[in-house]
């Protein structure tokens, strides 16, 4: 059964490694307890409603770099683009038709013209200059990426396809433009191809329309091409290969339910991974485990029995889902997410202090805090991210929205999303891109209100922010222009 699953992973029918062999594991037969439910619409929902707290504890600073210490500089100011949402738009006609029309184009024309597609996706939510030519700029994108006729094409190719998954809800983008992709990552000549290609991927099965079934397929997948170094899939001990498995299955993770089963042998795994010579291989297997060992305390239902058990903690109803009225104001342990806790923590904690002069000051200062952090989620996943910082890292959206990042599913989302679109992260919440707004919520302000200014602009000021309003009191545009 597991041999049969890997080959439909890749699709290719390729015989494994020696060492990817010696890695196997029965995590095949665990899939069978589990209940997945095929969705055909996007498929990332937000794992809470809002985030209903007072947000004047600080705020995300500009100088952040990708990691739990300090999120990317996402929200850098107002004026992160400076072409107009309407200079982008007849750009990105303009630019469509060219790559349509393929006939007599170079790959330097093609690059040019991916690169100018990628700038205005990011840059804008622009779903309705799409709407129609989908499938036709899938199919473009396509045979870019099995050409493979230089690599910077390519790579700009699979951006350009996994753009337009978060930017225009299709639920057929995933079954359209997952064979090619598995055979990308699997036969690829280039690993940096093979890891945008995984990052591409993580964001179809998302929001693409994939159900539950394919998402947890794509992470047995994710999952051995860590367990095996990245032999798997013939990118032998790439640490951008394994890097980017690794941040693609925490990504979706967090779209999972329920990852009892799959929870054991994945933490085994990424305590593997923590033997590592590169540190962002290692700081991305511990945030998993920090995130699976998170995943096994959900809120208290009305079934549950009625305990005091330790296991609990009262949370305020108004941090509750707002979807789930059910749900009592506790968090209740499920299950033990690895069978040897006491070896996780020691791992975990012996690296949030790790001593050697093979590594320099900002790489250890890093790793420090990091893990530091992810022992805290360890020794207690009700604490969710702690940090330094964890109580000042909030994302806001100009003046309209905030979003404290308390929970290692948040970070998970945030840094994919914030992969794909950089600093146009703004404006596609601003914009009312609802797939990026339904994964990660935020408190909307109404338009007009005073919001928090820049951390810049209030420098040297006592600000006090306002309690806002739930994103429900502003209209959005959904990409999905079909549902009407």
């Known amino acids: 059964m597991h041999e049969d699953l890997r080959r439909r992973a890749l699709e290719s029918g390729k015989t494994l490694s020696n060492k990817a062999k010696s890695k196997q594991s029965s995590r095949g037969s665990s899939r069978g307890n589990s209940a997945p439910n095929s969705r055909s619409a996007s498929r990332i929902q937000s794992r809470d409603g809002s985030d209903d707290e007072d947000f004047d504890k600080g705020n995300l600073s500009d100088d952040t770099t990708q990691s739990i210490n300090s ?76 050409a493979e006729t230089s690599e910077k094409e390519t790579t700009l190719a699979l951006r350009a396809m996994a753009l337009t998954a978060i930017t225009f809800a299709d639920g057929s983008i995933y079954d359209t433009v997952a064979p090619s992709l598995k055979r990308t990552i699997s036969d690829s000549r280039s690993t940096s191809v093979k890891a945008a290609a995984i990052y591409t991927i993580g964001i179809c099965v998302s929001f693409g329309g994939a159900g539950d079934e394919e998402i947890l397929d794509v992470m047995t997948f994710f999952l051995e091409i860590a367990s095996s170094d990245g032999a798997f899939i013939d990118a032998d001990d790439s640490a951008e290969v394994v890097t980017a498995a690794l941040n693609t299955y925490g990504f979706l993770a967090t779209q999972v339910e329920d990852i009892e089963q799959e929870s054991e042998d994945a933490i085994a795994t990424f305590l593997d991974q923590l033997d590592a010579d590169d540190i962002k291989v290692q700081v991305s297997a511990g945030e998993n485990i920090a995130l699976l060992y998170e995943k096994c305390y959900t ?186």
């Open 71 to 146: 999120i990317d500089a996402l929200l850098e100011t107002d004026d992160i683009n400076e072409q107009t949402s309407d200079a982008a738009r007849q750009e990105l006609n303009d630019v469509i038709s060219e790559l349509l029309d393929r006939k007599g184009s170079s790959h330097k024309s093609r690059e040019d013209a991916l690169t100018t597609y990628v700038k205005c996706l990011t840059s804008h939510y622009l779903a309705e200059v799409l709407y129609g030519r989908v499938q036709d700029l899938l199919v473009a994108f396509g045979r870019s990426i099995k």
């Open 299 to 484: 809120p208290r239902e009305e079934d549950d029995e009625s305990s005091s058990s330790s296991d609990e903690e009262i949370i305020p109803e108004d941090e509750l889902p707002h979807d789930r009225p059910h749900v009592r104001s506790y968090l209740v342990k499920r299950y033990n997410p690895y069978h040897n806790t006491h070896e996780v923590i020691d791992k975990v904690t012996a690296l949030a202090s790790l001593s050697t002069k093979s590594m320099n000051r900002r790489d250890k200062k890093a790793l420090h805090q990091s893990f530091a952090s992810i022992a805290l989620t360890v020794q207690d996943p009700r604490l969710g991210l702690q940090s330094n910082n964890a109580s000042k890292m909030v994302v806001r959206v100009h003046r309209e929205g905030e979003m404290r990042v308390d929970k290692w599913w948040k970070l998970m989302r945030l840094n994919a999303i914030r992969r794909l679109l950089g600093g146009g992260f703004v404006n596609h919440y601003f914009e009312g891109n609802k797939q990026v707004l339904d994964a990660l919520p935020m408190i909307m302000r109404g338009i007009g209100s005073s919001g928090m200014p820049s951390p810049r602009k209030m420098a040297g000021h006592n600000h006090k922010a306002q309690k806002g309003k739930y994103r429900d009191v502003r209209r959005f545009v959904s990409g999905d222009l079909t549902a009407s």
